[in-house]
């Protein structure tokens, strides 16, 4: 696949979990945590935001499609965005 492609039209049309499948379709939202992909490998990506912005739900949806993540609030989202692009 063209790497451009995945940016065409709208990458987001198919919420989150859509465009993860169009790069690497094994990815597959975890029952037990809906705002976690894994993949075939044991490759794992979570979808968190920071604490006491926006929304105080500790759980929302990324998009309206009804398959798609849940974001969940992190502790610690602060201290990740401030690490150093450098590490």
């Known amino acids: 696949m063209h790497d451009g492609a995945l940016l065409q039209n709208n990458p987001l ?3 989150m ?3 993860l499948k169009r790069i690497d379709p094994s990815f597959v939202i975890r029952e ?3 705002y976690t992909a894994i993949n075939k490998d ?3 990506i979570d979808f968190i935001r ?3 912005r926006g929304s105080e739900n500790d759980l929302i949806r990324f998009s309206d499609h009804v398959d798609d993540f ?3 609030k992190a ?3 602060d201290w990740l965005l401030s690490v150093s692009n450098s590490v």
């Open 50 to 52: 920071r604490t006491g």
């Open 17 to 19: 979990i859509g465009f």
């Open 32 to 34: 037990d945590q809906k």
């Open 70 to 72: 849940w974001v969940v």
């Open 13 to 15: 049309a198919d919420g």
């Open 42 to 44: 044991g490759y794992e």
């Open 75 to 77: 502790r610690n989202a």
